[in-house]
């Protein structure tokens, strides 16, 4: 069985650092698209809006400045120079909240897959954070596989797969996680991701 989770990028686990949960299967498997859902896939990549939250009420955006504040002492061991720790978070959390995904559930996902390291690469040839398949570059993006390891690109690409996985899988997210990890019906996989999205949330609600 392959480890995904096997990763030829990326530095050793910091003592008292979040410890890398190991993904045991393979990855992302290309299957045919309809042109309908190509044609909104590859427009929800193609919007290239700045990572910039807007609220309407105050509560939301104190709401907000928590969770990042939270989050961001959480993710300190991993990224510890602080505007690059902010950024991602911010990211993290806009291209979340646009896929209509839970950030938690992103942080996991990206724990699990890469442990927070830019640019890792798995055995299967998956990319960057949320360890995306270069194929899908050439079904929804512009054919350029190097700009998977570029951070907003990244996360919108894994963000906008997971939501059509879980649109795909109505609503199930254990069989989402299973088509996005190549694991479909497989425990592993899923059960890692909702282990870290819980320490996650547990932190957020802090």
């Known amino acids: ?29 290309e299957e045919p698209l309809a042109d309908a859902v190509r044609s909104a896939l590859a427009a929800s990549i193609a919007n290239s809006a700045p990572p910039k939250p ?55 996902l990206v724990q699990v897959e890469s442990g927070f390291r830019k640019y890792a690469i798995s055995s299967a040839g998956a990319r960057g954070y949320m360890q995306v398949m270069p194929f899908w570059t050439q079904l929804i993006g512009d054919g350029q596989a190097s700009r998977l390891f570029h951070m907003q690109t990244n996360l919108r690409f894994g963000c906008v797969i997971l939501r059509h996985y879980l649109d795909r899988e109505q609503g199930d ?34």
């Open 173 to 206: 997210l254990y069989l989402a996680l299973g088509r996005y990890n190549g694991s479909r019906g497989r425990p592993e996989y899923p059960n890692a991701v909702f282990g870290a999205r819980k320490r996650w949330l547990l932190d957020a609600e802090r």
């Open 1 to 29: 069985m392959k480890r995904r989770g096997f990763l030829l990028a990326g530095a050793a686990v910091c003592a008292g650092a979040l410890p890398p949960l190991q993904a045991r299967a393979g990855a992302q498997v």
């Open 54 to 108: 807007r609220f309407e009420q105050i509560e939301d955006r104190l709401a907000y400045l928590r969770w990042l504040g939270a989050m961001s002492e959480k993710l300190k061991p991993k990224k510890t120079e602080p505007q690059t720790r902010i950024e991602f978070l911010e990211t993290v959390w806009y291209e979340a909240k646009r896929a209509g995904l839970e950030p938690s559930l992103v942080l996991g």
